[in-house]
């Protein structure tokens, strides 16, 4: 059954729920957050010499942090609140996941961002906006429609093949709309949908929660083995990475971290959810993150986790290695 937001989510690209969720609820996740992005800074910046060469983790000015299992944001379940869930279903052709629970910050002197997608394939954000958010420091630009191969085409989950120049000539024929938003809203958008950040021009940080849900098998996944195998070598290129100040090292890496989590379907993996977490969520949230490894045996049973799938990954991991090891000489 499809829902409104659904039906405009398809339509358009995005969705935008006005004054859905509740201020108090967020008001709680930001007093939460802060705490745990000061110590991501700090930790961040630790593992280099000097501080005057990097000014944040994912571009200039710019956050990306995976959210802590433990966390109040992760038990609120917001993530199924209000007809989120049932619009996820009408979307999703089939199954999906919560993969990516995690937050997107623009900090003061961010600049714009080039225009771009997320990805050809469909999959779908949810951001949730812990201060008011306005051109003044850093909402989103998006171009509607842009998610679809035209404005005259019907919506599919299929992936496209949009190139830079693709993107590059369809957004200079339309005109951006700045998605301002406030406490208690959520948006919702098709990560295909042409968009940038914008600049933020005050003096605090615009943090967003994030997560993105991807279409998904219905209970089959690689080992936690072959996962976590993946994750050490993502942390070795990132040890190399960062210190080097490159950019297409540093690219690199992140794109394999996001491909090995991707193939995992959670990045709850090495975040183990606690007992007392997932006893405070519901059947649908626990359904998003049912890829997630839990303190509780039980709920880790739902998945199967078998040979061909961890092969398939395996295949990935060593064929970059050998593209990682080519762009550091």
């Given at each position: 059954m499809e829902t409104l937001a659904g039906i405009?989510?398809?339509?358009?690209?995005?969705?935008?729920?006005?004054?859905?969720?509740?201020?108090?609820?967020?008001?709680?996740?930001?007093?939460?957050?802060?705490?745990?992005?000061?110590?991501?800074?700090?930790?961040?910046?630790?593992?280099?010499?000097?501080?005057?060469?990097?000014?944040?983790?994912?571009?200039?000015?710019?956050?990306?942090?995976?959210?802590?299992?433990?966390?109040?944001?992760?038990?609120?379940?917001?993530?199924?609140?209000?007809?989120?869930?049932?619009?996820?279903?009408?979307?999703?052709?089939?199954?999906?996941?919560l993969v990516f629970f995690s937050s997107d910050i623009s900090s003061p002197g961010s600049a714009f961002q080039t225009i771009h997608q997320d990805g050809n394939d469909f999959a779908v954000a949810l951001n949730v906006p812990l201060v008011d958010s306005d051109e003044q420091n850093g909402a989103t630009h998006i171009y509607p429609k842009t998610h679809r191969l035209s404005d005259d085409s019907p919506f599919t989950n299929e992936s496209n093949t949009f190139s830079n120049e693709d993107i590059t000539k369809r957004s200079e024929q339309l005109k951006p709309v700045s998605l301002n938003v406030k406490i208690g809203d959520y948006t919702l958008r098709d990560l295909r949908l042409i968009h940038r950040g914008t600049p933020n021009k005050t003096a605090e940080h615009r943090p967003y929660l994030s997560s993105i849900f991807l279409p998904s098998s219905e209970n089959v996944a690689p080992t936690f083995e072959s996962i976590n195998y993946g994750l050490s070598i993502f942390k070795q290129f990132k040890d190399i990475a960062f210190p080097t100040g490159k950019s297409n090292l540093?690219?690199?890496?992140?794109?394999?971290?996001?491909?090995?989590?991707?193939?995992?379907n959670s990045d709850r993996v090495n975040r183990p959810i606690p007992k007392q977490v997932s006893d405070q969520l519901n059947e649908d949230a626990l359904y998003c993150l049912r890829f997630a490894f839990f303190e509780d045996e039980k709920l880790n049973k739902r998945i199967i986790r078998n040979d061909k799938s961890s092969e398939e990954l395996l295949h990935e991991i060593e064929q970059a290695k050998v593209e990682f090891d080519q762009l550091t000489k």
């Open positions: 405009k989510l398809k339509e358009n690209g995005y969705y935008h729920g006005i004054g859905k969720l509740s201020p108090i609820l967020i008001d709680k996740f930001k007093t939460e957050f802060d705490l745990f992005f000061e110590d991501k800074r700090k930790r961040f910046f630790s593992r280099f010499e000097s501080n005057t060469n990097y000014s944040a983790n994912h571009d200039i000015n710019r956050w990306n942090m995976l959210l802590p299992s433990d966390s109040e944001m992760l038990k609120s379940g917001f993530f199924v609140q209000d007809d989120l869930f049932p619009t996820l279903q009408s979307v999703f052709d089939d199954h999906f996941a540093i690219d690199y890496a992140n794109t394999f971290g996001r491909l090995v989590l991707g193939f995992s």
